[in-house]
C-alpha cells in the first residue's frame, strides 16, 4: 500500500481527490509482482538475444547491443529505482511501449546486427552498426536529459478544473455521428466510390491530398467518433448505453481506416480505449489483451499484402486473397515490422548523411505543427514537407513517409545541441501534464488525454501533431456535453520521491491550497 499523500495547510478532501484510489492503483502504486515481470522479461530478452548476438551476430553487431543495453537502463531506470510507480505512471508506460516495440520490430538487430541498408548501399556491416550504436547512444543521452528535465521540477503549479455533469449524452453524440457520416459521404464522392477509398494508398501523395481536400482536416471529422468513445468511457456515472459507445468506436475505425489506409488507424484506438479503460477501472483486459496482439499481427499482414498486390491499381483483385493462409499473413507482418527495424531504418540516414552532406532543417519540420491547422490553400507559401516523407524523399528515393523517431528528427534540425534543449523541455513539460492528471483526472476527458499522451510520447512532430489533434476533438466533445471547463484555483503539487520524505520508496504528493 501507498502511505496517503501529506497535505499541507488542512486540504485534506481535494488532495484525497487528486489521490484517488484507482489513479494511486495504476499510476503511483504497482505491486512487487509487476515490477518483477517487467524487470524481469526485460533482463531475460537481453540475456538470450545477447548469447545469440555473441554466436551469430554480424561483424561489429555487439556494438549496438552494448548501446542498446545503455538506452534500455535509463528508459526503465524509474521503475527500477523508484519501487512503487505503477504501470501507467508518465515514465513508465512509454518504456513499456517502446520496448514492446522494441521486441517486434529489432529483434533481428538485436540479435544479428546490421549487413545491409536500403538507403546506405555502400556502407560494411561495421559501419551500419557503428550507425546503430550512434543511434541508441544519443537516444540514451536524450532520455537522461528528459529525465533531468522532469525530475527538475520539484513543485508545478497547475489548474483544477471543474465542469457540470453531462447532459442529453444519446442525442448529443447521435449529432457527432451525423456529421461525421456527412464527411464520409463526401469523400466517399471524392475518392470514387468503395473502391476508390480501399485503393487510396496506392496513388500518388499529391492525389491523395487532392481528394481529402489539400490537408488533414477530413480526417479529423472522420476521427471524432473514435474521440466520442473515448470521452464517452471517461464519464464516471453513465449517463449512456454501451452500445452508443461501440458503435461509435467501431465506426470510427471504418471511417478513419477508409481515408487514411493506415494500419495504425486500426490499433492505435484499441490500445488508448485499453489505457482508459485501465485508468478508469484498475483492472487489465488480460484475456482481451491477447486476443487483440493476434488480432493486430493478422491485420498488419493482410492490409500489407493487399498494399503490396494493388499498389498503382484501378480496381480491387479479390480473389488473390484466395491462395494465402493465415500463416501467410502472419509471416508478412513479421517480415514487415522487421524490416522497418532493419534495412528500413529511417532514422538511420539522416545521422550519416546531416550536416556534412545534407544541412540542417532549422526547425522546419516544427513548424510545421504549428501551421497544421490551417488549410494549405489559405498559405500564400507551402507547408515545410513532414520529416518522414522529406527522409523518404531525399534518402530513400520514393514519395513516402519513412518515419524518424524524436531524437532524430530533433537531430536532424539542430544537431546535438537541438536534441539536449528539446528533450530538456519535453521533461518539464511531462512534469506538468503527470501533475495535471493527478488533480484532474476524474474530470471527464482528462483520462483520455492522459492516455494520448503516454502512447504518443515521442516528442516528434507527425505525433505532436496527431496528439494535438485529437486533443483538440476531446476538447470539442467535452464542451459539447459539459460546457466550458472552469478553473476553480491553482495548486502547486510536489511528488517528492526523496528516500529520506517517503517510506519504502514510495512517492509522496504534496498540495497547496488553491490561489484566491
Sequence with gaps: MVTAPSVSHGVATQAAAAHHQLADQVVLRSSPRFRLIALGGVVTYFVLTGLTNLLYGHSGSFLPYAALLLLTAVMFGPLLLLRDLGPLHILVAPALFWFANLVLRQSELVVFGLERHDALPGLTPNELNSLCAKFYGLSALAQCVFLLGFFTIRRARVPVLRLAPPKHVTVKALIVLAAASLGLAAYHNAAGGLEGMLLIRGVSRATRQEIRGGGDHLLVVLGLPIVLAYVLHTFRNRTHGRALLWVSFVFGLVALFLASGSRSALLYPFVILGLIHFLRTGRAPKLSLLAFIFAAWLLVGIVGVFRTMHFGASSIDWDA???????????????DLSSRGTERNGNLPPLYYVPHDSPLLLGSTYLRILLSPIPQVLLPFDKPTAAGRLNGQLFFSVDAGIPVSSVTEAYWNFHVPGVLVIFFGFGVL??????????????????????????????SSERLILFLQQSFGIFLLVVLFCGFPKITGWRTVRLNYSRESRPRGRPVLTASPPAS
Aim: hydrophobic residues 50%.
Design 321 to 335: 486473397f484466395s491462395g494465402h493462409t493465415v500463416s501467410d499473413f502472419l509471416d508478412a507482418s513479421s517480415d
Design 430 to 459: 511531462a512534469a506538468y501534464v503527470f501533475r495535471f492528471y493527478l488533480l484532474n483526472h476524474t474530470v471527464p476527458g482528462v483520462l483520455a488525454l492522459y492516455s494520448i499522451y503516454v502512447l504518443y510520447f515521442e516528442f
